[in-house]
Structure formats: C-alpha cells, structure tokens
C-alpha cells in the first residue's frame, strides 16, 4: 500500500507539470459551462408573430398589448385576412400567426369560453413546439388578468386552437416551469466535464508510458497490478470529483441553477460513475499503444455515449431500438440522476436502480481491464 | 533467500520463444556465474532483446527452462523483480521529473524506507556529481547523465544481477567509457551485469560473451577464447565471421 503512495505522489506531479493537462482541468469547466450551455439552448426569443384581430375589442387589444410586451414574440405588422398572413408565412416574415375571431371578447364575457387560432410554421419542429408553448403560457397569462380584472372565471375559458400545417407538432417535456433551458442542459453538460476527464486523460496517461517507455520499466519493478492500477487511476478519480464540484458552483453562481436533491446523492453517484468510466479508459489503454489511438478510441465512444444520453435528444423521443441501446449507456444514467436530484431533488429511493446499474457497469468494465491488463506479454 | 554461494546468477536450458511459426529465441542454453559481466551480442533481431524480456518478466516463454537469481521465470516471476534491476534502450526514468523524484519514486516502489531513500539519494548525487541539478527536470539533462542516472537508479534496491539492453545506444565515446566505468564498480562489488550491446569494444569490456544468431546461441566463450577460435584479432572480426558466416 506504501508503494500506491509514491505512484500518486509522481502522478500529481506530471499532471500538475503537464502544459496540456491544466488547462483541461481549468478552462474546459468554465468554457463548456458559460459557452455551451448558453450555445445549445433551445430557448427562443423573438418568434416573429402576426395577430388578425378580426374583434377590435378591449380584451383582443389587450391581449395583443400581451403579446407586444413579451420578450419571446415580436409582433409584425398586423394582415387585414389570412391569405395576407399565410403569404407572409410562406416567405419566412413571420413565424406564426394568430386568429383572434370576431365575437372573442362577448364569447369569454357570456360564455366564459372563446377560442384563438394558432397557425405556425412548423419545419422546424420543436421550434414550432416552442412556439405554441409559449403562447398557450402568454394565454394562461392572459386568462389570471383578466380573471383578477374583469371577476371571471379563471379556469379554462380560453383556450387556444393550433392548426399547424402538414406536419404534427409535438410538444418538448419541460423539466422546470420557466422555460429556462439552461436548467435542463446545465446537469448534462457537468456529466460531458466528468466523462471526459475521466475517459480521456486516464486512459492517456496510461498509454503514454507506454510510448515513452517507462511502462516497461515499472513491468519490471515487483510493482502489483492493483498498486498501478490505483495509483493511475485514483488522481482521475479526484480530478473528476474536484471538476463537478467546480462546474456545480459555476453553474449556481452564473446560471443560479436550482440544486433541489441532496448533493451527497450527486457526488456519491459521480464517484461510482467515475469508476465505471476510469475502468473504461483502462480497458481502452490495454488495446492501444499511442495516445492518438487511445484518443480516437474515446472519441468514438464518447460521441456515441453524448448521442443517446438524452443530452440533446430526449430518449422517449428516440426509436425503441435506440432506446435499448441506451441502456448500455452510463452517460445516460448520469444525466439522468443528476437532472432528477438537481431538478426535481429526487432522493435517493428514486435513483436506486440508477446506482445499481451504475455499481455493475463500474464492476464489469474494471473487471475487464484488470483481467487485460498484464505485466508479462503472453 | 535462495543463498548457495555455488549457484549461477542465471541459468537457461532450451529457452524458447515462438511467435506463431517464427522462432524469436530457439532452445538457447547457458550458464551466467555470479559477479560476472556476460555480454549478450547479435545483429538486429536475432533475439538478444526477446531473451532478455523472457528472463526479467516481460514476456512468457514458450517453452524451456530458465532460474533467475535461484527463481524460476514461470511460477516466481515476482520474487525475480525484486532482486533484478533493469535498464532499458528505450530511456526508462521520467523526463518530467527531477533527478530526486526520480529516485525517490523508483526507491518507493521497490519498497525503501524514506530513510534509505534519503540515503541513497544523497549517494547517487555525490557519486554521480549531479549537485547542481539534483532539482532540474530530467528534460534538460544531457543524455550521458541520464544513462548514468538511470543505471545507478536501477541498483537503488540492491539487486543481485542487473540487466542493461543495449544501455549505451546513442553516447559519446567518453561517456560510453564512463558508463563501463560504473559497470566495473558494480560488477567489483559482486552484482552481476548482463549486457546485450552492438559495440564490439564494449563486448571486450566482458568476462564472456555469447553471440546470437537468428534466435540461436552461436559462440559462448571469453573475448580472448573466441578471437582465438576464429583466428581473427578483434571482437569485430569475431562477430562478422559468425553474425554474416556468408561473407
């Protein structure tokens, strides 16, 4: 065990020495926290909206003042018909239109119910989605107003009719009630920081005494397979701890991003999750002999395990047979976790099976290297 | 310890080694008695490199016998590591490191006390005369310190027989007579040096040499016993002859 000690000891020296490795450590946090959760949103703003106002009431003025007001829409010049909204539709001027029938406001007065027509582009899918989101949020605004305002009845008297053309609109899930997309992407992002710290530099470093050639000569020492093992992977381990414990205080201090569950939950996981990913990167550095390999290798995998974690694409939107391949995805489970204790504060009876699943990837993919991994060539 | 004064440091009886249908190393025998320095000599892939593998751990035999330090290379793999140190062609310390990290990493894992540790760092800095740049990256070093360096790190753990491939590739002849000089020493305080090298003046330096070729043991014998044999004056003579018997 004394041996594991002067391993970690040189470990931490060559990372802390190596020009390429800090900043790894430093800079990738800070610039895949403040430019890729900022880049991959899917919020959006300024969705171009044209209003036929067929009522001219106080209630349809109103709630076209709503519209106006609202950082998501920019209201274009108003059409006299709908052929003129459709024509402005078709050549891009304008995103959605809205239908607001003559009658509007002595239906919500006398029958507390009227309908609006909702007609979006929809080629861009989940823009479109967004789109009616938002406008079935600025309706049930619209709705509490006029309720305090005007004494109605405030459930559901008006409700929105969309009518996108051609192509079936589906709405995306949100996980956090003010859109705030970030919230959703931050938590996977932290898992991209921890997977790529883990698989990358791990199986790098390894693989690099290997092309200099010192591999052979620690082969010679009576150095045991699990006093290599540790030493190599146990500074990745707390490198891993350390850079979600970073990425987690960027994202509060910049994103304020809600932390609901316990984070002893979060860092618990991480740190089997970490050990599922290190086995990973010491299996890859037992088949490869240069760190390009090795990088190519992680490259290959990585890409695959982003794809089909439900990062970008939710999985229950993914063909079953994508979604079968999931399962054998860690990166899955770790977005997973951390979206439901950071946003929905799951404890830990939640995300039990996650932690089973994790706990038998971590044991398998290090079972595997270990058995690879050998000091003598046969 | 296995400590009969009369057994060889290393002892090989129709060592093999196959990869598929090549044979790298061919039912090699032979006897390296203790405090003796034993050249290893043969042209470019004769198999000096793959024997020498076999005999410190780093690749299985395919059949044969062989006893390092009194321990077999099948079943005592472990208990050889302890009690060989090794030098490679391929220069084996940390060039990220400093000369006394380097020795005190190398010291720790062959299990040395902070005390010995300290102790033999200060050894090697004065023998050595690295004073100055006993705190530099290894990095900036030229290359003869190195070697040198990595030779003497290689006996940090007092090991009974010491094994050098190839260890003064790429140096000065200065340096290269240096370097035999702390062979000399360690051989005089009863280690014992196996060596393969390409240099003929080198293989001179030896008690006795054997010659590979194309994985067999070709010639066996002291300098002096092989020059005679052939009937030639030097060992480059001796090696031509036998290394390219066509010529």
């Not at chain 2, 194309?214 to 290394?243: T, W």
Request: charged fraction near 20%.
């Amino acid at each position: 065990m004394r041996k594991i000690r002067f391993i970690l000891e040189k470990e931490f020296r060559q990372i802390f020495r190596n020009r390429g490795m800090l900043p790894i450590i430093f800079v990738m946090p800070i610039v895949q926290l403040l430019i890729l959760a900022n880049a991959a949103t899917f919020d959006i703003k300024n969705i171009k909206i044209i209003i036929l106002d067929q009522d001219h009431s106080t209630f349809s003025k109103r709630l076209v003042s709503n519209v106006n007001a609202s950082p998501y829409f920019a209201l274009q010049e108003p059409s006299d018909n709908t052929e003129q909204a459709e024509a402005a539709l078709k050549e891009e001027k304008s995103d959605m239109y809205v239908v607001i029938p003559p009658d509007f406001e002595k239906d919500l007065i006398k029958e507390q119910n009227a309908d609006v027509q909702m007609i979006i582009n929809a080629i861009d899918g989940s823009k479109a989605g967004l789109a009616s989101a938002y406008f079935a949020n600025l309706l049930a605004n619209f709705n509490v107003e006029m309720a305090s305002s005007y004494g109605l009845k405030s459930n559901a008297m008006l409700t929105s009719n969309s009518n996108s053309k051609s192509i079936a609109v589906t709405n995306s899930n949100w996980y956090n009630q003010f859109l705030n997309y970030k919230f959703y992407m931050v938590p996977g992002i932290l898992v991209l920081l921890v997977t790529m710290i883990g698989a990358f530099l791990s199986s790098m470093n390894i693989v690099r005494e290997k092309e200099i050639g010192t591999i052979e000569q620690l082969n010679v020492t009576p150095i045991k397979n699990y006093e290599f093992i540790i030493g190599k992977l146990l500074p990745f381990w707390l490198i891993g701890l350390f850079e979600l414990g970073l990425g987690l205080t960027l994202a509060k201090i910049f994103y304020s991003i809600p932390i609901e569950g316990s984070l002893v939950i979060i860092f618990g996981f991480a740190g089997i999750y970490l050990l599922a990913v290190l086995g990973m990167g010491l299996l890859i550095s037992t088949i490869t002999e240069t760190q390009q390999q090795s990088m190519f290798i992680s490259w290959f995998f990585l890409v695959i395990f982003i794809l089909l974690s439900g990062l970008f694409t939710a999985i229950e939107n993914m063909p079953e047979w994508a979604q079968r391949i999931t399962l054998f995805n860690p990166v899955r489970y770790f977005i997973e976790v951390t979206r439901m204790v950071m946003l929905k504060g799951a404890g830990f009876s939640a995300v039990k099976s996650q932690f089973v699943v994790m706990l038998t990837f971590a044991f398998c993919l290090n079972l595997l290297a270990i058995l690879r991994y050998r000091k003598t060539a046969s | 310890m296995n400590n009969s004064e009369n057994r060889p440091a290393v002892k090989v009886n129709k060592l093999t080694r196959q990869f598929g249908d090549f044979y790298a190393v061919k039912e090699i025998t032979f006897e390296v008695n203790k405090g003796e320095i034993f050249g290893f000599l043969g042209a470019n892939g004769a198999g000096k490199s793959t024997a020498m593998r076999m005999l410190t751990g780093l690749l299985a035999p395919s059949s044969g016998e062989a006893t390092v330090a009194g321990y077999d290379v099948y079943k005592e793999a472990e208990k050889i590591k302890k009690n060989i140190g090794y030098m490679s062609q391929r220069f084996s310390l940390y060039e990220d490191l400093t000369v006394l990290e380097n020795i005190k990493f190398y010291g720790g894992i062959y299990g040395l006390s902070n005390q010995q540790i300290k102790q033999k760092s200060e050894e090697l800095v004065e023998k050595l005369n690295l004073h100055e740049v006993s705190k530099s990256l290894l990095s900036g070093l030229p290359l003869g310190w190195k070697q040198k360096l990595a030779f003497s790190v290689a006996l940090l753990h007092d090991p009974e027989i010491i094994f050098l491939d190839e260890p003064t590739g790429g140096v000065d002849p200065v340096t290269r007579r240096q370097f035999w000089k702390l062979i000399y020493e360690a051989s005089d305080s009863g280690i014992t040096v196996f060596v393969t090298t390409h240099y003929m003046d080198e293989a001179e330096y030896c008690n006795r040499i054997s010659m590979m070729v194309a994985g067999e043991i070709a010639a066996l014998g002291s300098p002096n016993e092989l020059k005679k044999q052939y009937g030639v004056d030097s060992m480059d003579e001796v090696f031509v002859k036998i290394a390219r018997p066509s010529n």
